[in-house]
């Protein structure tokens, strides 16, 4: 927790002989804030010299710097267990962690969103009175149209909701993102050679397409083309191994990342053999 520094003391005993007095300074160290589960407001990490009582750099937090939680309290920080209070800790000699505590707001709902594949939307709280839903947020996920959100219960069929549209219930439950594939999705065909480094992808060869996003495509005869030398800046000749494991020949589209077939080729061998006569 202390690092050594300049000697800066020196004292003569009457004896005539040097003491040296050494010099310590504590090391600091970084002390970080987990939400844990909620979303952080701007509070950033801190360096914290060893020893100091970690009390003290909570109390100088300001309170619009809490981290919040949909549906839930926030009950403070605690040590690396997430549910101790911080009390007398002080900073270890090593970085440290604090998470925050929660406590269920039992004035409230939560509603959740399951994007099934889309962009992250947050938990949204409601008071146990609210009837209705307000403020959905729409989604976004590469390759499919966003048809809306639904309330599934259990044995019956899935209800559409919207702002304004009455919930689903009132109490803690989850929303599910329907999704229709899009047309003009983007894939590649994509050419790989063997090289003394191993496989190398041939970037010029690319080909672009598009289809419906989840749509089957399997690579074309006319996919096979000839690496030759002087060919997109190859040096050698190579051909198509379609027996090579690392081959794509099929799959389906995906919004992201990027689906691609992928052709593997290997290097042709110059053998030049000599009779005796």
Known sequence: ???EVEVTDQVTEKDGTYVLKAQ??????????????????????????????????????????????????????????KTTAVGDLTMPA??????????????????????????????????TSATAYAELQTPTRSGYTFDGWF?????????EKTNGSKVGVQGDHTLVAHWTPKEGTKYNVEYYVKTEEGYKKVNEATLSRTGRTEESVAMKDTDIQALIKGV??????????????????????????????????????????????
């Open 94 to 127: 090593e970085n440290y962690t604090l998470y925050a505590k929660w406590k269920v707001d039992t004035s409230k709902y939560v509603v959740s969103f399951d994007t099934k594949g889309g962009s992250k939307i947050g938990d949204q709280a409601y008071p």
């Open 1 to 3: 927790g202390s690092k």
């Open 151 to 159: 309330y599934e219960a259990e044995g019956a069929d899935p209800v």
């Open 232 to 277: 997109y800046g190859l040096t050698e000749n190579y051909w198509y191994n379609p027996d090579n494991a690392n081959n794509i020949k099929a799959g389906k589209i995906t919004g992201s990342p990027t689906f691609a077939l992928k052709l593997y080729y290997e290097r042709f061998f110059k053998i030049e053999a000599t009779t005796n006569t």
């Open 24 to 81: 310590w300074e504590k090391e600091q160290y970084v002390l970080k804030f987990d939400a844990n589960g909620g979303v952080s407001h701007g509070l950033t990490d801190k360096e914290v010299e060893y020893g100091t009582a970690i009390s003290g750099i909570i109390s100088g937090i300001q309170a619009r710097q809490n981290p919040t939680k949909a549906g839930y309290i926030f009950d403070g920080w605690a040590r690396s267990d």
